[in-house]
């Protein structure tokens, strides 16, 4: 089965390809999304859905595991933040991909069992999850990766298992 984790934005949106097996985990790619800050939020929206779109062509996942906003302290960047989810959900619709949502506390109680984990300790869960020394450098592509995970550990994963 393949997934797709994505850690929404609007000026980076972090991506990965994970290979589940119902035991083994792959990273088969991974990588981000970026929009230039002085393009007006309508170009930038329209750069998300078309690389979105080609991704989602490229890979063919089977799944997506997608951050869910649930609260946000900066009340600016709530609603582009939402708008690119809204954005990305939509080329998901378009392509019929089951779509699974946590939120970054839920992430948090997968991977490391704690709900309020440092950023440090879920990296920590994802290189073990994946058997591996170093992760991609931005921030926003190894969350995408720690959603995808956690997908993987949901009970939702053995019957979407069983329909592949």
């Known amino acids: 089965m393949k997934i797709l984790g994505i850690d929404p934005g609007m000026a980076i949106v972090g991506y990965c390809i994970v290979e589940f097996d119902g035991k083994n985990l792959v990273l088969q790619h991974s990588g981000s999304i970026q929009t230039p800050k002085n393009k ?3 170009a ?22 997608i951050e869910k906003l649930f609260f946000f302290r900066n009340q600016t960047t709530v609603m582009p933040v939402a708008h690119a989810r809204g954005v990305i959900l939509t080329v ?22 704690y709900g ?22 931005l921030d926003d592509t190894v969350d995408s990766i720690a959603i995808a995970i ?5 009970a939702d994963v053995l019957e979407d298992l069983k329909k592949i």
């Open 92 to 113: 998901l619709e378009q392509h019929n991909i089951p779509v699974y949502e946590y939120t970054p506390m839920e992430v948090k109680q997968i991977l490391t069992g």
């Open 44 to 65: 930038r929206l329209l750069e998300i859905f078309n690389d979105m779109s080609s991704i989602v062509e490229k890979y063919q996942p089977d799944i997506c595991a």
């Open 116 to 137: 309020r984990a440092n950023k440090k300790e879920v990296e920590q869960m994802v290189k073990i999850a994946l058997g591996c020394e170093y992760l991609p450098k």
């Open 150 to 154: 956690s997908y993987t550990r949901s």
């Open 40 to 42: 007006k939020e309508p």
